[in-house]
Nanobody, 113 residues
Framework: QVVESGGGLVQPGESLRLSCTVS????????MEWYRQAPGKERELVAS???????NYEDSVKGRFTISRDNAKKLVALQMNSLKPEDTAVYYC?????????WGQGTQVTVSS
């Protein structure tokens, strides 16, 4: 089970921290990713972190977003700073290992003045 939390409504320039907790899988071996989907757009990969804690980011969020994982807590987080209106989307947590894939239900992030 994959459960996201931490979404909400913020003003441009503010920060949010999304969390994703995972149960019933061997979390530490999974690659963890955050995706987002804005209205009328396709779902896109925002950030990923592998089991060696190597992170990668989509270009538009580099320098603003940070993905991290705590294997002991089975948690992956996405710290989002300097938020922009174009960051508005539903954010999804995704876990993958060896073809096994798990999606969360998503959490809404809205950036608006």
């Amino acid at each position: 089970q994959v459960v996201e939390s931490g979404g909400g409504l913020v003003q441009p320039g503010e920060s949010l921290r999304l969390s994703c907790t995972v149960s019933e899988i061997t979390f530490e071996i999974y690659r963890m990713e955050w995706y987002r989907q804005a209205p009328g757009k396709e779902r896109e990969l925002v950030a990923s972190i592998n089991n060696d804690k190597v992170a990668n980011y989509e270009d538009s969020v580099k320098g603003r977003f940070t993905i991290s994982r705590d294997n002991a807590k089975k948690l992956v987080a996405l710290q989002m700073n300097s938020l922009k209106p174009e960051d508005t989307a539903v954010y999804y947590c995704f876990a993958e290992y060896g073809g096994l894939e798990y999606w969360g239900q998503g959490t809404q992030v809205t950036v608006s003045s």
